[in-house]
């Protein structure tokens, strides 16, 4: 198998991976701590500073706004958040991935395998519904963690890709295509972190301009929306929105 397929299929099983981790850790946070949830979201009401820093924590948390998003968008599908509410914890995310670019010496993805044994003898030795929810929930957050990582090392050949850096000199002086392209790749990796660390690294190896660096950093946020969008599109308007 050529390495150009063998990136693809790296990426894609990562991103599959992402997405039954989100999945799985919504529907458990929703059945064990939906009506918690909703009477957290009352007492909230407008306090848009308190979700906002709520969308800091799980974006920090992930280290990806993506995933934020994207588990944000499932909430509000299931009415355990407000779309206002959803609107507000956006950014807040996009703000705690930035963070997490900025302190990311802690690897989140070590913590996956204990997870993953504390799920299992949960559910395996768990008698109660609570204790199958809490073991879903645990399982899917060490998902969730792992196939981030695999993202990362799935777009590590684009780090030190040569043919990156000279594609990217060459439209250096084309902000819209460098936007476009960032926010695409942004798309297919489902992970904005992946990609800030993709222009990050260009950028310290003086491969790229720091303005080169700007416009792609203004796509990677504008492509940052767009797997949640895509996803909300199979959970109804409400999630769209």
Known sequence: MNSGALF???LAGSIALLLWGINMLSLAISKQFGWWLKRLAAIAGRRRLAIFGSGIALGAGFQSSTAAIL?????VAQRSLSTAQGL?????ADVGSTLAAQLFNINLSLLAPPLLLIA????????????????H?????????????????????????????????????????LI???????????????????????????????????WLVLGINAGGGLPALAAGWGEGAVSIN
Do not use: W
């Open 8 to 10: 693809l299929l790296q």
């Open 180 to 214: 476009l392209i960032a926010a695409l790749l942004t798309f297919i990796c489902h992970s904005t972190l992946a990609v800030v660390l993709v222009v990050a690294t260009l950028a310290f190896n003086n491969t790229i301009t720091p303005i080169t660096a700007f």
């Open 88 to 92: 507000v914890l956006a950014p807040g």
């Open 120 to 135: 299992y003898l949960v559910n395996r030795l768990g008698q109660s519904e609570n204790a199958r929810q809490i073991s």
């Open 137 to 177: 929930l645990i399982f899917g957050f060490a998902l969730i963690v792992l196939a981030l990582r695999l993202i990362l090392q799935a777009t590590t050949p684009l780090q030190q890709s040569p043919v990156t850096g000279l594609i990217l000199s060459l439209i250096a002086d084309e902000p819209f295509l």
């Open 71 to 75: 588990l944000a968008g499932k909430m």
